[in-house]
């Protein structure tokens, strides 16, 4: 069975610019879950879909979006990026409606110049 | 504010030999399960251990098992028989309530084996 895929796996951005993110998780599984890891503030979770729907967000400002698609592929999106942007973005995926048992992609590392 | 707390940002041990990570959480819910993942040097984070807060007896998963003091709030790692593979960051995390997969992590301990 194939993993959560994440793609690209490296990007270099300039300030300004957007970004767009893909996550495929682990076939059969619904539930995409998305987190921001920085050295300064650690994981911090961005959003959860669930069937298509956005069931949870965190503490993050409306640049950063995501959606998730009937084959339960998943994308973020971050528009106007900022330097403090920079991070890996990891992706997750279960398949449990909840408790926590998440299986990670490898993430997309962005850089923001 | 629900939080968790990692107090030793780096570990190191002697391969074979026992090592304990700490971990100390804070909620005012009955509901909540927590976890220990490992991330290795560029490779994917995975689940090491999970604990259901309901459940008295302390999960194992081989090598690994947790001490789970619910009074206390403290959730400790403890890793058997150290080997080189285990060499990665550490992360506790929490997750409260139903229908959800939003965790809350620690800020993580660098285990280093050494051989």
């Known amino acids: 069975k194939a993993g959560v895929t994440q793609t690209p796996r490296y990007l270099i951005k300039t300030r300004g610019q957007q970004v767009t993110l893909s996550c495929s998780p682990i076939?059969?599984?619904?539930?995409v879950s998305w987190y921001q890891q920085t050295p300064g503030q650690g994981l911090q979770f961005l959003f959860e879909?669930?069937?298509?729907?956005?069931?949870n967000k965190g503490n993050f400002p409306g640049r950063f979006s995501g959606r998730q698609f009937s084959n339960s592929r998943s994308e973020m999106n971050v528009s106007t990026l900022e330097l403090g942007d920079s991070a890996l973005y990891l992706c997750?995926?279960?398949?449990?409606?909840?408790?926590?048992?998440?299986?990670f992609g490898e993430g997309s590392r962005l850089t923001v110049l | 504010a629900q939080t968790v707390t990692q107090s030793q940002p780096e570990m190191s041990v002697q391969e074979a030999e026992t090592v304990t990570l700490s971990c100390t959480y804070d909620?005012?819910?009955?509901?909540?399960?927590l976890f220990w993942y490992k991330q290795p040097p560029s490779r994917q984070m995975i689940l090491v251990i999970r604990?259901?807060?309901?459940?008295?007896q302390n999960a194992t998963e081989n090598r690994f098992s947790v001490n789970f003091q619910k009074a206390a709030k403290s959730f400790s790692l403890k890793i058997s028989d150290s080997q080189l593979g285990d060499t990665a960051m550490y992360f506790c995390?929490?997750?409260?309530?139903?229908?959800?997969?939003?965790?809350?992590f620690g800020t993580g301990t660098l285990l280093a084996v050494q051989p």
């Open positions: 995390a929490s997750l409260y309530g139903g229908a959800t997969n939003k965790l809350i």
């Open positions: 879909y669930f069937s298509e729907t956005q069931r």
């Open positions: 909620t005012s819910e009955n509901n909540y399960y």
């Open positions: 997750a995926s279960s398949d449990r409606s909840s408790a926590g048992e998440l299986f």
């Open positions: 604990q259901e807060a309901y459940k008295q």
């Open positions: 076939s059969g599984h619904r539930s």
